[in-house]
C-alpha cells in the first residue's frame, strides 16, 4: 500500500472513531474506494468485538500474589516496581494497555471455537476466520482454509440437525459454498501442491454427502426439497473432485468443473 492511502486510512480511523460512517468516509476518496473498503469494514467489525467478563475471584487472587510479589521485590532490590511508572509512566501504560486487548481479543476467539449458529460468540468466530484469510495471501493457503472452513460448517450444521426441526438453511449454503470456493482455488494450484488438498476435499465432500442423506430422513417436508438438492451440488462437487484427481483427464462433458 503507497504512503499516501496509509495516511488516508489513518485519517478514516479516526474519523470512524468519532462516528462517522463508512460510507461517508469512502466518498471522500473514491478513487481508492476498491482498497479503502474492506480494511475500513474489517476496522468497523474488530472495534465491535465483545469483550469478556473476567472473573472476579480470579481477579482478586492475582491482584493478591501480585501485591506479595512487589513486596518480596522490595525486600531483595532497592528498585521497586513504582520506579517504573515514575521513570516512564506513558510506556507502561501503553503497554499495560495492548497487552489487556491482546489477552481480550484472544479470549474472546477462543471461547468463540466451539460456537454456533444463533450463539453470542458466533459472530466473533466468523469475523476471526475473515482476518485469517484476509492476511492469507498464497492459493494454497487459501484452498487450505476454505476446506478447513468448510469442515466446520459441516460440524455445525450436523450439530444443529434434529427431527422435525427446520434446517439452517444459511448455513448449509455456506457449507457447500466453502467446499467449491475450495475446488475452485485447488484447481489453480500445480499436481504436486494440490494432491493433499484434493484428498482433503474428497473426504470432505464424502462427509457432507452422509450427512445430507441422514438429514433428508429427518427433516420436515418443506426442507426435502433443500436438502434434495444439496445432495444434488454435492455429487457435483464429487464429480470436480474426480476431474482433479484424474488431472481433468475427464471428458469435459462429464466433469461439471468446465465451463461450456
Do not use: W
Not at 517504573?84 to 489487556?100: D, E, G, K, Q, W
Not at 459472530?123 to 466446520?152: I, N, P, W
Amino acid at each position: 500500500m503507497q504512503k499516501g492511502i496509509e495516511e488516508i486510512l489513518d485519517r478514516l480511523i479516526a474519523e470512524i472513531n468519532k462516528g462517522k460512517s463508512v460510507e461517508d468516509c469512502l466518498r471522500e476518496y473514491r478513487e481508492y474506494a476498491a482498497e479503502l473498503r474492506p480494511l475500513l469494514e474489517l476496522f468497523e467489525q474488530i472495534r465491535g468485538l465483545p469483550m469478556p467478563e473476567p472473573d472476579s475471584r480470579r481477579v482478586a487472587s492475582t491482584q493478591r500474589k501480585a501485591r506479595t510479589l512487589i513486596e518480596e521485590k522490595r525486600k531483595v532490590k532497592s528498585f521497586s516496581i513504582r520506579d517504573i511508572f515514575v521513570l516512564s509512566p506513558a510506556l507502561v501504560r501503553i503497554t499495560a494497555v495492548v497487552v489487556l486487548v491482546l489477552l481480550a481479543t484472544v479470549t474472546t476467539v477462543m471461547l468463540s471455537a466451539d460456537s454456533l449458529p444463533g450463539d453470542a460468540l458466533y459472530s466473533v468466530k466468523l469475523l476471526a476466520e475473515d482476518v485469517q484469510y484476509f492476511l492469507t495471501f498464497d492459493a494454497e493457503g487459501k484452498a487450505r482454509l476454505h476446506l478447513m472452513f468448510a469442515d466446520r460448517r459441516t460440524n455445525e450444521f450436523a450439530c444443529l440437525v434434529q427431527p422435525g426441526i427446520p434446517i439452517h438453511r444459511d448455513l448449509l449454503a455456506d457449507m457447500l459454498n466453502e467446499t467449491g470456493l475450495a475446488i475452485d482455488r485447488i484447481e489453480l494450484l500445480s499436481e504436486e501442491e494440490a494432491a493433499q488438498l484434493i484428498a482433503h476435499a474428497e473426504a470432505c465432500n464424502h462427509a457432507q454427502l452422509s450427512l445430507l442423506e441422514e438429514t433428508m430422513e429427518q427433516v420436515c417436508e418443506d426442507d426435502r426439497v433443500t436438502v434434495r438438492e444439496a445432495i444434488e451440488t454435492c455429487m457435483e462437487q464429487h464429480k470436480c473432485i474426480e476431474c482433479l484427481q484424474n488431472g481433468n483427464g475427464m471428458d469435459e462433458t462429464d466433469c461439471p468443473c468446465e465451463g461450456p
